[in-house]
């Protein structure tokens, strides 16, 4: 270190108290999809970081006036927002995120629809135990995060969340990551007596709304994996082995 940056880095000591300054970013929330604020209006958000002391943080975000925040900056680490409605609690819908120091500049750190499936499979990978081979661990804080954009990039216009992001997770843990595994799940087309006359939104913000005719079942491409979707006539949770709708008569606003 030259005696210019010592100086420098001396200087922001005192000027701290005698403390190092931790930076903080300034939250920048991403639109909601037109199709879920047609339905739902604006959200609220809930947001979950982890701090410099590697200790998990959330608070709640009332519109986009989102705060500044401290994170962890030792290594990559994520960052989550999930909308939520006094009709559909948090974790209803798919959350937005990102990767930090990937998505931090300039005092911003700016979230992203498709940051939110980097900060599911970074928990994912942290919960599949960091398993190791060859003696390299695979921990999702060292995973190789600009490679993976590059792939997710090559996806652009897709549903990620069709993905099983859970055993995807489980595989790279025990065998390291496979590009050709980032793939959707096999589905089936169900049909559902559900009546209902208008759209059904999705959970997943990279999906199009689905139109419903008056007296038609509604139809589903789905998978072992529970979904969900929403309409003026509730929330309904649904996979190829089961599904449930909850009444929802809350819901006042009509997808044109």
């Not at 940056?5 to 931790?22: E, M, N, T």
């Not at 709640?60 to 290594?75: C, F, H, K, M, S």
């Not at 300039?106 to 081979?133: D, F, I, K, P, T």
């Not at 072992?224 to 819901?251: H, N």
Request: proline residues 7%; hydrophobic residues 45%; negative net charge.
């Amino acid at each position: 270190m030259n005696g210019i940056c010592a100086l420098a880095l001396l200087a922001l000591f005192v000027s701290c108290g005698g403390q190092w300054q931790v930076p903080s970013y300034q939250v920048v929330l991403p639109p909601v999809p037109e199709s879920w604020n047609a339905l739902l209006g604006e959200p609220d958000w809930r947001l979950e970081w982890i701090n410099p002391e590697g200790a998990r943080e959330n608070c709640l975000v009332r519109g986009y006036a989102a705060p500044r925040i401290q994170v962890l900056e030792t290594w990559a680490t994520p960052v989550s927002a999930y909308p939520f409605w006094d009709n559909a609690p948090a974790e209803t819908m798919k959350g937005a995120g990102g990767i930090f120091p990937f998505d931090a500049s300039g005092g911003l750190l700016c979230l992203s629809w498709q940051g939110g499936v980097e900060a599911a499979l970074y928990r994912e990978l942290a919960r599949a135990g960091g398993g190791e081979a060859a003696g390299t661990p695979r921990y999702p804080q060292y995973f190789n995060w600009p490679r993976f954009r590059e792939v997710l990039a090559e996806r652009q216009g897709e549903d990620l969340w069709l993905v099983d992001w859970q055993g995807l997770a489980e595989k790279t843990a025990r065998s390291g990551f496979d590009r050709r595994r980032v793939a959707a799940a096999a589905r089936e087309p169900f049909d559902l007596p559900i009546e209902h006359e208008g759209f059904w939104i999705s959970a997943s913000p990279f999906a199009k709304p689905l139109y419903q005719s008056s007296g038609a079942a509604l139809t589903l491409n789905l998978c072992g994996l529970v979904e969900t979707y929403l309409s003026s006539a509730g929330i309904l949770r649904c996979s190829k082995a089961a599904w449930v709708i909850t009444p929802c008569g809350g819901f006042t606003c009509f997808l044109r």
